[in-house]
């Protein structure tokens, strides 16, 4: 039986299916310790590579899909779940409309709050700042990147969120296409917000490991399972 939510008195049935996106993402190698400070309250372990955690930045202009078009931005770190497989924890995942936040935080647990978030291109690439309360916390410009043959093949994750106590676990499908990758490639700079001072602790910013713009992105969000 397929699953109804009622958010803001609309329906919102799963699977959620985003039919139209694009996007740009980096991922660094950050200071374990705080990537591990962030993680905790999960009781999930942080993925460690050569004695560093894996954290991504990433922006997504949504544009066709069951929540509507807005724009959105998300702090990530790499984790090992209970169940010893591979996800990514979502600690922050600011938006600037506010049905899609009632629905990310209601059905999966997403820790959306609304933003001004405005995408702009630059030269190659494409630009995301990010400002709450009239705070800037964090502009991301990512360049052009080569193209990536035959773009990145489909993939599944489970998002991690964690709100008041409840841990939960999405199966999260994504079907990337028209894909540009490079090394570095991302430029980041921090404002005065309290998440930009995470970042910092992170050991942001500083030179991504490889950066990617995506020019359509499909996806489809399953039900969350509570984990704990």
């Known amino acids: 039986m397929t699953a109804v939510h009622s958010v803001l008195d609309e329906k919102v049935r799963m699977p959620v299916e985003i039919r139209d996106a694009d996007a740009c993402a980096a991922t660094f190698l950050v200071d374990e310790g705080a990537a591990r400070e962030i993680i905790a309250p999960t ?16 922006f997504v202009r949504y544009v066709d899909g069951d929540l509507g078009p807005y724009h ?6 790499m984790v090992r779940g209970h169940d010893g497989g591979i996800g990514v924890y979502i600690p922050w995942l600011p938006v600037n409309q506010s049905f899609t936040c009632a629905a990310g935080r209601e ?41 990536s043959p035959g773009g990145m093949g489909g993939a599944s994750i489970a998002a991690y969120t964690l709100m ?31 998440v930009a001072d995470q970042m910092r602790a992170l050991g942001l910013p500083k030179r991504a490991l490889f950066s990617s713009r995506i020019g359509l992105l499909r996806m489809t969000f399953e039900d969350a399972e509570v984990v704990r």
């Open 72 to 77: 959105e931005f998300g702090l990530t770190l």
């Open 43 to 58: 009781g999930l372990e942080p993925l460690r590579v050569a004695g560093r955690a894996l954290s991504s930045l990433v």
């Open 164 to 194: 008041d106590g409840v841990l939960r676990r999405t199966p999260w499908v994504m079907n990337p296409a028209q894909v540009r990758m490079g090394v570095g490639g991302t430029k980041i700079e921090l404002g005065n917000h309290p």
């Open 107 to 147: 059905i999966w647990g997403f820790p959306k709050e609304i933003a001004d978030i405005e995408v702009t291109p630059v030269r190659r690439g494409k630009r995301c700042a990010v400002r709450i309360d009239d705070r800037p916390v964090v502009t991301m410009e990512t360049a052009g990147g080569i193209p």
